[in-house]
């Protein structure tokens, strides 16, 4: 079976730093790997995703996420936050095989302070 | 290109009555997905479509929850009677068929409470 991990709940950050939201999945087979992020009272918005090739993955709104197969993790990243950026963010992975379904992490919760 | 689209927003009812949701996805979609999210937790897929017929409902409790998807487009997802830990929100999401088409897009969701 498959699985995500966010192993943290909540991740404060001050605007202009750096920030890291991480995760980490099981799957067999490839993985293919998500980042969403929900603001309140809204449905899930696609940031980036990783299919096949180059590890290093740039998404929507200045985000990044790095696949790292020998440590299965697959980090958000962003090197200057923004306090627009506050909201809760999903890792999600499903294996390659033709229908198989996403899992979702429980989710971190990001607030950036002015 | 519009989004997924969904009705109602919010939902309150009491237990034991019965609710129903609706879907319409982005137009060309073949795949379609229901999840409920309950609060501090990831959405947990429901049901998938693969055009009008269901590829994965494992995670359906069937004696109370429904959906349908009767020509391919739009889908109702329907709860009866409805038990208090079904208050969530439930989210449509929906797929282009493409084999390189891997992007699940989102609805808003509608937020159901059961008194």
């Known amino acids: 079976a498959q699985s995500v991990a966010q192993p943290e709940d909540q991740v404060n950050v001050a605007e202009g730093n750096p920030l890291t939201v991480k995760c980490t999945y099981s799957v067999s087979g490839n993985p293919y790997l998500f980042w969403y992020v929900q603001y309140p009272n809204r449905g899930l918005q696609f940031l980036l995703k990783y299919i096949t090739g180059d590890n290093l993955v740039k998404g929507s709104y200045g985000f990044e996420a790095e696949f790292n197969k020998s440590q299965t993790s697959f980090h958000l990243k962003k090197p200057s936050a923004l306090v627009s950026d506050s909201a809760l963010y999903f890792c999600a992975v499903r294996d390659s095989s033709g229908y198989s379904t996403l899992t979702f992490g429980k989710g971190t919760m990001l607030l950036v302070s002015p | 290109e519009a989004g997924v689209a969904q009705s109602p927003r919010y939902k309150i009812i009491e237990k034991r009555q019965s609710v129903a949701f609706w879907c319409n996805p982005i137009s060309g979609h073949a795949t379609l997905y229901w999840y409920q999210q309950i609060l501090g937790q990831g959405p947990k897929l429901l049901i998938q479509f693969q055009n009008n017929g269901v590829v994965d409902d494992s995670q359906l409790p069937k004696d109370r929850f429904s959906a349908e998807r009767l020509k391919g487009v739009d889908s109702t997802l329907k709860i009866q009677p409805a038990k208090l830990e079904d208050s969530a929100v439930y989210l449509c999401?929906?797929?282009?068929?493409?084999?390189?088409?891997?992007?699940?897009?989102f609805g808003p969701g509608t937020r159901l409470l059961v008194l």
């Open positions: 999401a929906s797929r282009s068929g493409g084999r390189r088409q891997e992007t699940q897009y």
